[in-house]
């Protein structure tokens, strides 16, 4: 279904091209530079196996279709140019005069089963997982009539409170599992509240939000790594064995002297892998490192010995916990590493949807990148096994290699 069956008065459920994570476009933004001929092809998983209301697959065909009219506003792309310098200018002005393209999104619904692709160019198709997340999200609870509760904010304000009063430093990561657009900016909301903005308030913790279009709404500090895509797209195009020094040298290139972005993100082919294919040189550059899949308590000791292996102080570095986090998980992990490193808390279904109905365990993931229009399967491990996905041959050559290089890192 194309764009002409839109009803006349239906409104797009995403008000901006920027309600989405930072790091689509600060991986964006070298992918235009780095890898301009490069294509992608994501698939969508559905990890909770949600069957979804007949006719859904026809509502979000349309919501996809509306989102081909939006682009930067007169008050966006100046900001991007202020707030996030380091994406390019030449990038900004292609962004300018960028539409998402709704063709490049395959939808199909066999009774609840839900089926999505994406294929395009990877400069263009790299917006389409936080979107897509989101609008999966709102328009399943909307259609299951399933309403949030009445004490949701005052949830999440508790929630800020304990933060605050732990010193334990929050990043709001949740827009690809909001249960909506409006709960997220509620949400968000009651945070700055509570916690408190970093640098802002007497004893802020909150450092910022990922949705660009909120931490501009609300004066935030605009936050995030990068994602597994970044890892996984190098090693189909340098091979697995190259992949997390040659991703790391690429962000390190375009972002070394903007120290906020300069996280490195280690599961992809699991930790214990990441910590034997980078140098000490290489991680000098990098002031922080995530922690997103596996035991958080024995996955984060790993980092913690790796950094001090490579000759670091670890109380010089900070570690990222980002994995499907809930406040007292946070809080058992501050008290655990605060005295060891420096710790803070990237937390997204917790946050933007508790608020009474199951969270949907989906996610987008990219399955194959096109080089010189030859189609090479890519994928990510993490230190959860259940959570492997992409190409499955390139699953399986990705735990060989993990295999040998946990052997190693023993």
Request: aromatic residues 10%.
């Amino acid at each position: 279904m194309r764009v002409e069956s839109i009803g006349i008065n239906e409104q797009p459920k995403i008000p901006s091209l920027l309600w989405l994570d930072l790091y689509k476009l600060t991986m964006g933004n070298l992918v235009f530079q780095e890898y301009p001929e490069v294509g992608a092809k994501y698939e969508f998983i559905n990890r909770g196996k949600t069957l979804f209301p007949k006719g859904f697959g026809e509502k979000l065909r349309n919501q996809v279709d509306l989102m081909g009219n939006l682009r930067l506003t007169d008050r966006e792309e100046p900001y991007l140019r202020k707030t996030c310098p380091y994406l390019s200018p030449e990038y900004i002005d292609w962004l300018k005069d960028f539409r998402l393209n709704p063709k490049e999104v395959e939808i199909n619904q066999e009774e609840g089963d839900l089926s999505i692709n994406v294929e395009g160019p990877w400069k263009s198709s790299i917006f389409w997982e936080t979107h897509l997340m989101e609008l999966i999200c709102e328009l399943y609870y909307e259609e299951t009539g399933q309403q949030p509760d009445a004490d949701y904010i005052l949830r999440a304000k508790e929630k800020g409170r304990r933060f605050k009063e732990s010193g334990a430093k929050l990043l709001e990561f949740g827009t690809r599992r909001a249960y909506s657009t409006k709960v997220h900016r509620n949400v968000l909301e009651a945070l700055i509240q509570s916690a408190g903005v970093f640098g802002r308030d007497e004893g802020g913790v909150l450092l910022g939000t990922s949705n660009v279009a909120l931490a501009m709404e609300f004066g935030l500090n605009p936050s995030g790594t990068f994602a597994h895509e970044w890892v996984m797209a190098h090693a189909g195009m340098f091979g697995i064995e190259n992949a997390n020094r040659q991703a790391l040298e690429v962000w390190a290139k375009h972002y070394e002297h903007f120290p906020k972005l300069m996280t490195a993100l280690t599961d992809t082919y699991t930790t214990a892998a990441f910590l034997t294919d980078i140098t000490p040189q290489l991680a000098d550059k990098y002031r922080r490192y995530r922690q997103d899949s596996g035991n958080p308590f024995i996955e984060g000791e790993r980092l913690v010995a790796g950094i001090n292996r490579w000759g670091f102080e670890p109380k010089t570095k900070e570690i990222v916990f980002s994995d499907n986090l809930n406040t007292d998980r946070a809080l058992q992990l501050q008290e655990n590493f605060g005295p060891k490193i420096d710790p803070s808390f990237g937390i997204g279904t917790h946050l933007t949807n508790d608020v009474g109905v199951i969270p949907l365990n989906i996610v987008v993931k990219l399955h194959s990148i096109f080089i010189n229009g030859r189609e090479v399967g890519v994928a990510k491990l993490s230190d959860e096994p259940g959570k492997a996905s992409g190409d499955p041959t390139a699953v399986i050559a990705a735990r060989r290699y993990a295999d040998s290089r946990a052997t190693e890192y023993i």
